[in-house]
Each structure stands twice: as structure tokens, then as C-alpha cells.
């Protein structure tokens, strides 16, 4: 009876330790190390560096409240904000950490106002100091839980598919400007009158769209991102890629940025962020813009302050020095950028710079640093979820078919005469590239494992993407 009794609770057991790993599985473990399709990557980039900054940034900022919830420690060790929580989800959702994450997002969503948004300040683990969202906590969180969505599904405790279309609803509702696609830095404030270029994320804007089948809307807010940047280029007649922190959208500096440091009319700790998350833009989707953007900046650092080692932390739009401290945010964010400045070298400098640069306890500059090192690592992707919501899209009327579908391998690709194709797996590797010569292409594809893979044509200007199933 003894043994009988042994047997039943070692069989138990086993179905208990196989439950928790089905439950705690994930579609894309740490390291992801995505190789982009656009632009360049360091060559003497490690995960390793990645894991490091992830490490300290966990043990120096998360804390745990109670019911599993988590913060991020702000400056202000005793206060949390927005921000830090969706920094700390994207993180965390790129490092497969789930407890962490849904500790974080549960917090995120017991601070939240009428409008569905997180209070932008909050005394510990309770108790609002600031209310009322602030938009790039919105834009990072909801990004996070699309990824959350690809990682784990959205079949557990947490639904993240459900969540994060209920959180993009309320950023189109209550942070875009009506009728002119401008994004507000709140939901209660700005738009056209004032607004934040470094808040502009068209990489997440275009995942939006096609997650929630809102394409149109959101290709919208992320061109109308790059106009506002480029007429605060043009009238400020800034040098590179150098943004004021805060401006209208036609460009001009707002009088409504009193409030903020140098009237929101420099290139400091708001806009510094800009030169990542346009970078991001380029090396996920290849957008032309984000590429003109991002080599800007990494023609101002490379140039004309002669290389990394000169960055510092505040510069007039003419680029005229304003700051003194050479430190991760600007770093990094410049590091980011020279992805697409086509120069190996400053790249492979800019990384170890980063790399580098030792502030663990500095809220801000050690949260960003791990930020950046994730996308220059290739652990900062785009999830194959955000890529197709049913069986693919196009932009500009490219016109392209497939079949058969599903395949053994091979299959025809109907597309405009030189095409660029490249098939992607599911955690966006290229697999196969080539150029089409013909209206009608033949794709070999039987030496690849069975499984979902992604189909890019891009015929100058245009684009489309298709899903493939490899029997």
C-alpha cells in the first residue's frame, strides 16, 4: 500500500511540475537574438550585455507590493511612474520574466483613471500623486502586452490579447487628437498646441494597426509623427537629427511648455529617447524615414562631435552645447541610430561605449541603457502577431498571391517584376532572400523545418507581407 501510495503521489507530482511548465512556457525565450533585415548591427554585440543591465535594473528598481503586484522605483525611490512601469513590462515581456510582467501590469491597471490609463505618479505601491496618463507609458505598455500576447498566450489568468486592444482603444479615443492624427502627451492635454517628439513611436503604431485591424488610423498617426518631426527639424533649422523636448505640431516651439525645462525648446533628457524609437521604425519595418532620421543623428555623433566618446546630455537645435554629462540615455539613444547610419565602425564603438557606462543606480540612464542594449542585441523584436492579424496585408496597393497554401515546401509567389522577397520565421529570422525576375516566382522552401513562416515583397515604395504554412 506504501508503494502504491509513493507511485500515486510521484505521478501527481509529475502532472503538477508538467502543468507549471505548460503554464510558464513561452513562444520565444531569452535570448531571442534577431538578426534585423534592416540596416546594421554591432558586431560585437553580446546578450550577455543585455542580461547584465537586466539584471542590475531588476534588483536595483523592481519592488514587490503586495498581491503580486510589482513597481519600478523612480528618482524618487518612494514614488513610481507610468513610464518606469512600462519600461519595466517591455523588459520583462523580452526576457520572458512573466511574473514580473504581470506583477507589473497588474499594478499598471490598479492606477488606472476613467479613461482606462494609468495615473502618471503614484506613491509606492498605492496612492495617486499625479494624475491622469502620460501618453509614452500608454504607447510602451500596450506594446508589451502585444508581445505578452505572442509569448504566452491570452488563455491564462491575464487576457493580453484583450487588454492590449482595450488599451490601444483608449489611446485612439483619449491620446490622438482628433481629425489630425497628432499624438497628445496625455489624455487630458496637448495635440496640435503642444506636443512630444520623442512620445512618437511608428514602429508600435504600425503593429496597432494591424494587431487590432485598425490599419488606416494607425499608418496615419505614424505619418503624421514623422511630418512633426520634420517641420520642427526644418523650422528650428536644427543640425541632424536634434528635436526640441516639446513643440507644436507645425513644428514651432508651443507656449504652452513654460512649465518644462528650457520651455521644451532643446534637445535634453525628453528628446533624447527620439533617435531610438524612430531607429526602431527602420530596422523592424525598413521605413525610409525612420532610416533619414535615424542617420541624421548618427551623422551628428559620428561627424560632427568626431564620435561617441563626445556625446553629452543637452544640445541646442543649432547643436551648440548645452549639457555636461556623458551618460546612457543620450549614448545609447545615439547607438541606436547608427544602426542606420551605415558605418560599422561608429556602430561597434557607440555599443561599447554604451556598454561601457556604469550607472546602476540611476533610474533613468540604467533603465534606457537596458532598453537599448535589448533592440542592439536583437532582443527587441517584432512579434509575429503584430506582423499578420489573419493572413497578411499590403500597403499601397501592392498586389501579390501565393500558393499552394498550405505547402510541403514549395510554392509560387505572384508578384510585380523586381521584387525584393524574404521569407521570415516566427521569430522574425530571415530564412531565404532573393529578387524576383518574373510575374510568377517559384519559392523552394522544403529544406526548412515544418511551421508558420512570413512572406515580404517589397516593390519600391510598397509593401506586403503573407503567411505561409510549411506542412
Not at 316 to 322: F, R, T
Request: proline share 2%; glycine share 8%.
Amino acid at each position: 500500500m506504501k508503494n502504491k501510495l509513493l507511485t500515486m503521489k510521484m505521478v501527481v507530482a509529475s502532472i503538477l511540475t508538467f502543468s507549471v511548465t505548460i503554464l510558464n512556457a513561452q513562444t520565444q525565450p531569452f535570448p531571442a537574438n534577431v538578426t534585423f533585415t534592416n540596416g546594421l548591427m554591432a558586431t560585437n554585440r553580446a546578450d550577455a550585455d543585455a542580461t547584465a543591465s537586466y539584471n542590475t535594473w531588476k534588483t536595483n528598481f523592481v519592488e514587490a507590493c503586495s498581491n503580486g503586484r510589482f513597481r519600478v522605483k523612480f528618482d524618487n525611490a518612494l514614488q513610481t511612474v507610468s513610464e518606469g512601469v512600462a519600461y519595466g513590462m517591455l523588459l520583462t515581456v523580452y526576457k520572458a520574466d512573466k511574473v514580473t510582467f504581470d506583477g507589473l501590469w497588474n499594478y499598471y491597471k490598479d492606477n488606472r483613471n476613467g479613461n482606462g490609463v494609468m495615473n502618471w505618479k503614484i506613491n509606492g505601491c498605492s496612492g495617486t500623486v499625479g494624475q491622469n496618463g502620460a501618453t509614452d507609458a500608454e504607447l510602451d505598455a500596450a506594446m508589451a502586452l502585444i508581445v505578452a500576447d505572442y509569448q504566452w498566450g491570452s488563455t491564462g489568468t491575464i487576457n493580453y490579447r484583450a487588454d492590449a486592444l482595450a488599451l490601444i482603444a483608449a489611446m485612439k479615443q483619449h491620446e490622438v487628437e482628433a481629425n489630425t492624427f497628432v499624438l497628445k502627451p496625455g489624455d487630458m492635454f496637448g495635440g496640435s498646441a503642444l506636443t512630444n517628439p520623442s512620445y512618437f513611436a511608428p514602429a508600435y503604431y504600425r503593429a496597432y494597426g494591424v494587431f487590432s485591424n485598425d490599419v488606416t488610423f494607425w499608418n496615419n498617426v505614424a505619418t503624421k509623427a514623422y511630418d512633426v518631426i520634420n517641420a520642427n527639424l526644418t523650422t528650428n533649422n536644427a543640425v541632424g537629427g536634434l528635436v526640441s523636448d516639446w513643440c507644436q505640431a507645425s513644428g514651432a516651439y508651443s507656449n504652452q511648455a513654460g512649465s518644462y525645462v528650457n520651455n521644451g525648446q532643446r534637445y535634453t533628457y525628453d528628446a533624447a529617447r527620439t533617435p531610438w524609437r524612430i531607429a526602431t521604425d527602420y530596422v523592424w519595418y525598413g521605413n525610409t524615414s525612420g532610416k533619414t532620421y535615424a542617420k541624421k543623428c548618427s551623422d551628428f555623433v559620428r561627424v560632427t562631435l568626431g564620435g561617441t566618446a563626445n556625446i553629452k546630455d543637452g544640445y541646442y537645435q543649432n547643436g551648440n552645447l548645452s549639457g555636461q554629462w556623458h551618460n546612457a540615455t543620450f549614448v545609447g539613444a545615439f547607438a541606436c541610430a547608427a544602426m542606420a547610419g551605415e558605418n560599422q565602425t561608429h556602430l561597434n564603438d557607440s555599443y561599447t561605449d554604451l556598454k561601457n557606462l556604469n550607472e546602476p543606480n540611476s533610474y533613468f540612464n540604467h533603465t534606457l541603457k537596458t532598453m537599448y542594449q535589448f533592440l542592439l542585441t536583437g532582443n527587441f523584436y517584432l512579434p509575429s502577431n503584430a506582423v499578420l492579424s489573419n493572413d497578411g496585408f499590403s500597403t499601397n496597393e501592392l498586389l501579390v498571391e501565393l500558393y499552394p497554401n498550405p505547402t510541403s515546401g514549395l510554392f509560387t509567389l505572384s508578384a510585380p517584376v523586381a521584387s525584393q522577397v524574404s521569407v521570415l520565421d516566427v521569430h522574425g529570422k530571415v530564412v531565404l532572400e532573393k529578387n524576383t525576375t518574373n510575374l510568377s516566382s517559384s519559392i523552394d522552401m522544403s529544406t526548412q523545418a515544418s511551421g508558420i513562416y512570413f512572406v515580404k515583397i517589397k516593390n519600391e515604395n510598397k509593401l506586403a507581407f503573407r503567411k505561409i504554412v510549411i506542412n
